[in-house]
């Protein structure tokens, strides 16, 4: 979803700034957005996101980040040795970490549908 968001990176700027700590804000998971706020706030510039040319490690993970999705949004796919979005600590199988995008074995398995059960038997009811 946030792949081909028009406003992502400024979403991703209000979130920096502003230490929001929970959701997906520009494609990011809390520990991505975590790691990239202990670089901006040991930038050089630490209360600006957009500096033209800067070669600081923050610019480097935040480019690496968008080139992540651009790849995303035209392939469908993650590019080749990209780490997970979700972030640290995601409960893979878990129905948030799904719908977020995640392809591993155990989010895949949990997609599929369990086998139906029987319905309940009242307690009221006979055997």
């Avoid at 992502?8 to 990011?28: F, K, N, P, T």
């Avoid at 998971?29 to 033209?52: C, K, Q, Y």
Wanted: glycine fraction near 10%; hydrophobic fraction near 35%; charged fraction near 25%.
């Amino acid at each position: 979803m946030c792949a081909a968001c028009p406003v992502r990176q400024d979403c991703m700027q209000d979130a920096l700034l502003d230490v929001v700590e929970d959701g997906i804000w520009g494609g990011a998971g809390e520990g991505l957005r975590r790691h990239l706020r202990a670089l901006l706030v040991a930038s050089p510039h630490p209360e600006r996101i957009f500096v033209p040319g800067c070669r600081c490690p923050f610019h480097k993970a935040w480019r690496e980040h968008w080139a992540r999705l651009d790849t995303l949004r035209r392939t469908g796919r993650r590019a080749e040795g990209q780490v997970n979005f979700n972030g640290r600590g995601a409960t893979h199988g878990k129905a948030s970490t799904r719908a977020r995008g995640c392809t591993c074995a155990l989010c895949k398995a949990a997609r599929k549908k369990p086998p139906a059960s029987s319905a309940p038997i009242n307690e009221g009811e006979a055997s």
